[in-house]
Each structure stands twice: as C-alpha cells, then as structure tokens.
C-alpha cells in the first residue's frame, strides 16, 4: 500500500513517443562486403589495376575476334611485318598474326594461372579445414607431411612432373602446378581455423548435432575466404610467371597453340632485328602481373580488418 | 636448442629422402626405356639395359640406386655418353654457384639499404620511388628484362659483353637479371619490419634516453627487422637457383642450370634424376642452415 503510493507521487512524466526516435538507426546498415567496397575504393591503385585487368579479360576474350586472322595461319606475304594497319601488333617470324596470337596466348596463359591457382586454393582449404578442426593425431600428421612436401623446391617438383606427364599440354601444367602449389593454402586455412573453431558459433553449431563436414564447410572455410581470396589474387602473377618461366626453358605449352610466356621465348631469340614481337607480349605479362600485385595488396587492406590503418 | 635442431635436422633428412623417392619412382613408372628410339639389335639393347642396371626389379633398382647416392655415385649421363653426373656437377655447378652467390650477396645488401631508406622516408617521394622500382621488379620476370637490358647495355651501348663466363664485366648483367626478383622483395620485407618495429616500446625508450635517430636506426631498428628478415633467405636461394636456368640460358652461361635445361629438354632421365636431387638436397640444406640460424638468433622460436 505505501510503495503504490509513493509510486503515484513520484515525479516521473510519462515521455512523448517521439523520444524513441533516439534509439533508431538513422545510417543505413552496412554489410561486410559493403564494409570491404568502402575500404578497396581507398586504394586508387588497386581500384585502377582491377580496371585494367577487366579491360585485359575483355581483349583476351574478344580481342581475336576484332580482325579477320586466326592465331596459326601463315601470311607469307607479310612475314615479320611491323604493326601496320592490318596488323595491329605486325606478324612473327612465320607470318602470323600476333594481335590475335597475344589474345590467344593471354587466354591460355590466363586460364592456366586461374585454374592452377583455384584447384590447389580448393584442395588446400579442405585439407587445412580438416587438419585445424579435427586437430591432434591428424593434424599433426598432415602438417608433418606438408612441412616434407614444402621442403622440396616447387619449381623443380613442377619440371619433373612436366617431364613425367608429358609436356606442351595445358591440363599438363594445371595438374603440375596444382600437385605442387596446395601445401601453402593448406597451411594457411589451418591457421585461420584453429582460431575460429573455438569460438561460439562454432560451438553451438556442435551443440545443435552439426557433422564435423557441415561445420567445416558451411561454418568454418566460409570465415577463411577473406584471406584466401588475397591469396589467391597474389598467386595467380606467380602462375603467370611460372608458365612464362616453362615456356622459356622449353617446357611450356606446345606450338602452335601460343601463350604468353611461350610468345617471349620465341621473339626472345629474334630481338635485336623485331624488337617489338618480344615487348608487345612482354609488356602484358608485366601489366597484368603488376595489376594482379597491386590489387592483392589493395584486397588484403580491405579485407583485414586488422590491417586498416 | 638441441630439440630444436634435432627435429628440424630430422625433418630435412625427411624431405631429402621423400625428394628421392618421390624422383625415382615418377621417373621409372615411365613407359618405356631409354633405348626406345634407337634401332639397334636385340642382343645390343639387352646389354645396354644389363650395362645400365635397368634390367633388375624396379625395387632392386631402387636400392641400387640408393646405395649409390650415399656413397656419392649420382650414375651417368645418357647423352654425354659415360660421363658422370658427379663430374658434371663438379665441372659447372662452380660455375652456377659463384654466379648465385654474387647475386644473392648483392641483392640482399641492395634490398636491405632499399628498405631502410624506404621506412625512413615512409610516404614521402624517395618511399614512393624506391616502391616503385620495388613493385617493378616483381612485375618484370628474368626472362623480360634479360633481353631488354641484354640488348641495351650489350649491343646498343656496347658496355658490357653480351654473353660469355670469365671476366668481372661478364658477371655484371646476369647477376643483375639474377637478382632483381630477391631486390624487389627484401626492399618491400624490410621496409615493412623497419615500420613494425618503429612502434614498439624499446623505441620510445631510445628516444627518451636521447639518442640520436641514426643511433636509433643502426642500433635498434636495424638488429630487430633483420630476424624476420632470416626467413627470406630460403625463398631468395630458391629464386636464385631456379632463375639460372633462364640467365644462363639468356647469357650463356656454362653453368649447371643450362645442363639441367638441356637434360629436361633432351629427356636425359638419369642427369634429370641426380640434378633434382642434387638441386632440392642444396634447397634443403639451406633452408635447414636458415631454421638452425633463427633458432640461434631469436630465442622464442626455439620453445615451440
């Protein structure tokens, strides 16, 4: 009876609705990838070398269609011509058409540093997924093993396997270089994993009787994305350049099909007298190389939330 | 310490081991025999195959071949009709290695300066163009900016001999191309452990105390960003050697990365084989020698 009462004489006013609004949301809510977008359109650099490397995707894929020539018919006419207006980058020393053979040559140098990167990106994050969550015996035994596989030089490992399988074939080079290039990513998931399986999600999850496969895949590798999608971009350069490296030693993808490391090997040796057959092809490998660079660089800012400044 | 080492020591002998292997077996489940293509009698072929050793089992051959590794026998060569592969290697590895090492030299001295005049200058224009040229030499591979400066300083400007071993001016251009890669990533790792390590506490405590920032530099940044940068040596020895298989290709170079080119593209299985091994067991050694070195210098690394 006297609380009530001393409830009823407190001088308390019942607020206007109105003063709610202070708990509102005015700014529009931001998604992680929203976030990411914010933080990449910071770096100038990275947002001009993904516009390039669109421009390049764009002439790879329809750049051979933009003349009438095809990448491996002769023109005896017009045998190492300098680009002319028929032939915008001039002909090689067989008289072909080398602005159709650069695009041609970028599609092959292109597909197998995708592939090549995403085939062992793929295996490594399975492999790392199941060695950070299942942890102990397992874990320790998969990280004996890729500390061995690591230990021998992938290049070499790459040549012999070339050697073996049978060279100048593109699934050739994919099949080496993803042999050879999972043991990296399989470490790095590992790492991210072992820090997020202790969190709750991840627990309760469990709780809820999810299989070790559904929180490692629908739970667990989807947190590791971010990272590897850095990764990946910074990869790909080092595939290029790979296959530019075969190519030179006389390993690479067999003629005529062109590629780009394959068209510098051939107008390496003809240099001094048709300099731009060896630049032309050169100066993509260098720009797309560069633009993957700067684009990883500007990806890992934006998607490490550790690292923004 | 002794753990330390025992288990990486133990982990490389692994790797060399699984190496070997791993090389053997690729190489001998190949179909077919060396001889394939060479039209010789029957008997002929027999005595070859018995004179190789590749008429016993594959196991046989195995430890064959593994007896032999250890006591230093790396077996012939195919097409260098009876020469040995051990001769090979002592007659061009030399050759290989002096190349390697003036690079390597070179390029870690280069990229340490680069980086600590890149942190020093941090966002201003000497950062901006040593990152330039850093960035540059990761986007321009061995085999671009080989014949560009090849063609440049050699033909056009007549400075140095295009090609050739023996002289100091011969070594210049290859060991440039060499080590351009190693330049360019030790200028951006240390450029980036100077900038980690501009923030710790010890730091302030130098400014405290007075000392002058050059002191600051060479006495405190300087000795704490060369730890991590220990780790880049494996991944520059590596580039190294894997890149004098394109230099000496550009400059002709009688080094051991040309022949282990020429046996790769001539299918000479038993040079390929022994300079595989040789070349991952070098890698190895080397990567192992790094490990043991950080051990040594940084006391935290031992404990796990």
Same mark, same amino acid.
């Given at each position: 009876m006297e609380r009530t009462k001393a409830w009823k004489t407190f001088p308390f006013a019942k607020l206007e609705r109105?003063?709610? =609004?202070?708990? =509102?949301?005015v700014r529009p809510h931001t998604s992680y990838l929203k976030d990411v977008w914010r933080a990449f359109k910071r770096r100038k650099t990275a947002l001009v070398s993904a516009v390039i490397l669109l421009i390049l995707v764009v002439l790879v894929l329809f750049g051979p269609m933009m003349?009438? !020539?095809? !990448? !491996?018919?002769?023109d005896y006419t017009a045998i190492n011509s300098p680009p002319t207006a028929q032939h915008w980058f001039g002909t090689d020393t067989l008289g072909r058409d080398l602005w159709t053979r650069v695009w041609v040559g970028g599609r092959v140098s292109l597909l197998i540093a995708i592939l090549a990167t995403l085939f062992p990106f793929l295996i490594g994050m399975v492999m790392g997924g199941i060695s950070g969550y299942f942890g102990g015996k397992v874990d320790m035994i998969m990280m004996r093993c890729i500390d061995i596989l690591m230990g021998i030089p992938a290049m070499i490992y790459n040549i012999l396997l070339i050697v073996v399988l049978g060279s100048g074939n593109i699934s050739t080079l994919i099949i080496a270089f993803t042999l050879t290039g999972w043991m990296g990513s399989a470490r790095a998931a590992r790492g991210m994993v072992l820090q997020i399986k202790a969190r709750e999600f991840v627990m309760a999850s469990k709780t809820l009787g999810a299989s070790p496969a559904r929180i490692i895949f629908r739970h667990l590798l989807p947190n590791t994305l971010g990272i590897m999608v850095v990764g990946v971009t910074l990869t790909i350069p080092m595939i290029i350049f790979a296959e530019a490296f075969l190519s030179f030693i006389g390993l690479g993808v067999a003629p005529p099909n062109p590629s780009w490391g394959q068209l510098i090997s051939i107008a390496a040796e003809v240099f001094k007298s048709y300099p731009y057959q060896f630049i032309i092809p050169c100066a993509f490998v260098s720009l797309t190389m560069l633009c993957f660079n700067l684009l990883g660089d500007g990806l890992r800012d934006a998607l490490d939330p550790k690292l923004r400044a | 310490m002794l753990r330390y080492a025992l288990k990486r020591i133990g982990i490389a002998l692994l790797t060399i081991f699984a190496l070997t292997t791993i090389t053997f077996f690729l190489l001998h489940l190949l179909p077919g025999d060396p001889f394939l293509n060479i039209k010789v009698p029957v008997a002929i072929q027999e005595k070859q195959m018995a004179y190789y050793g590749l008429d016993k089992p594959i196991l046989q051959q195995y430890f064959i071949y593994l007896k032999n590794l250890l006591t230093g026998n790396l077996g012939t060569s195919l097409k260098y009709v009876g020469r040995n592969v051990t001769d090979i290697i002592a007659d061009f590895f030399p050759v290989s290695a002096a190349l390697g090492l003036i690079a390597l030299f070179f390029a870690e001295l280069i990229g340490m300066t680069f980086g600590i005049l890149s942190a020093q200058f941090k966002n201003r224009w000497p950062d901006y163009l040593l990152m330039f040229f850093a960035i540059l030499g990761i986007a321009l591979p061995s085999m671009v900016i080989g014949p560009l400066i090849r063609y440049f300083f050699g033909v056009e400007l007549r400075l140095l001999p295009v090609s050739g071993w023996g002289t100091p001016e011969q070594i210049i251009m290859p060991a440039f191309v060499l080590g351009l890669a190693t330049v360019a990533a030790n200028t951006r790792m240390m450029r980036a452990c100077m900038l980690a390590v501009t923030t710790q506490d010890y730091i302030k405590t130098a400014q405290a105390k007075g000392l002058t920032p050059t002191q600051i530099v060479m006495r405190h940044e300087l000795k704490n960003s060369l730890v991590p940068m220990l780790a880049g040596i494996g991944p520059a020895v590596a580039s190294v050697m894997m890149g004098s298989f394109v230099v000496e290709k550009i400059f002709v170079i009688p080094g051991l990365g040309k022949h282990f080119v020429n046996a790769v593209t001539t299918l000479d299985y038993p040079l390929i084989m022994s300079l595989t091994i040789f070349y991952g067991t070098i890698l190895v050694t080397m990567n192992l020698l790094v490990d043991l070195l950080y051990g040594v210098v940084d006391p935290r690394i031992r404990l796990d």
């Open positions: 109105s003063g709610m =609004e202070a708990e =509102e949301m003349n009438p !020539y095809n !990448y !491996y018919s002769n | -």
